[in-house]
């Protein structure tokens, strides 16, 4: 049976692209927002997922305002990388799971999802962008990506309660999938940024650390979060971030936070970056038979630096 294993969000700033292509990673600027990923490159390359299902924007690039599909899977077997008006980044060709995506297809149809299939589509920054982060500058992407592309672009986005949803039942078409397929959702976009207008440059820190605190423990308390209170807190571009709900509603309820990077500036916008495991079945009663075996140090330990050393432990940060 496949199985999701794990949710990944991720920035999509298209300067983090041209970093990478002009070879500037190393400048002091671009140093600091890269550094936050290399714990996520080592996570994904001990994980080895078969598949990721990369939820992105398309930045009218396959698409236009002469078509605005809300929700558009990639069902092909090869998606070539768009022409964002510079030529194509040089990064290799995403390779699609046509069988897995077909079914994921019939399953959310039949389950009253009512997406665009693309058997033709090119992909952009939205999607390249994120796989550089987490895979760095590989040949050949080391596993097979299915792209889903939400509109975040036009008005009107869908809502994050719907976006949850979706994610729900892509979690049990990949469940009811026959194959052992590993299988990472990445949610990309966010935080909070607004490229233009009055308020253009708009960061918000603390909205940011108490969605991605949610995120992690409580994303009910997101799911109806209306868009316009994503684009008052947020910025305009803000809104992107009902993407991450898909990805959080094919995790489980109770999820591990295994590490997080929020850093401010790249580009205009703040990153937030959070992976989050869904917990191996066990592994609850095996970490407390392991605290149990050692009970002269708990002894010796008071509640608080013991709740705060479990935390460290558990949950891996980053600031900067
Ligand atoms: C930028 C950020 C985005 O999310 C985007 O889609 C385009 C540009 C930026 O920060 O420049
Ligand atoms: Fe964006």
Redesign the pocket.
Known sequence: MARIIAGVTS?????IGAAIDNHRTHEPYWQRVFEGFERSKEWIAKVKPDVVIGVY?D?ASAFSVEIIPTFALGTAAEFPIADEGWGPRPVPVVKGHPELAAHIAQSVILDEFDLTLCNKMEVDH?LTVPLNLMFGTPKEWPCKVIPLAVNVVMYPPPTGHRCFALGRAIRKAVESYPEDLKVVVFGT??MS?Q?SGQRAGLINSRFDKAFLDNLSNNPQKLVRMSHLEYMREAGA?GV?MVMWLIMRGALDDQVDEVYRFYTVP????AVGHIILENRKKGAKRAAAHGRAKKPAARARRPAAKLKRAAARQKIDRVRS
């Open positions: 920035s999509h700033v298209p300067a924007n930045h939205g976009g966010g940024h490229i571009e992107e790249a580009s205009n916008t």
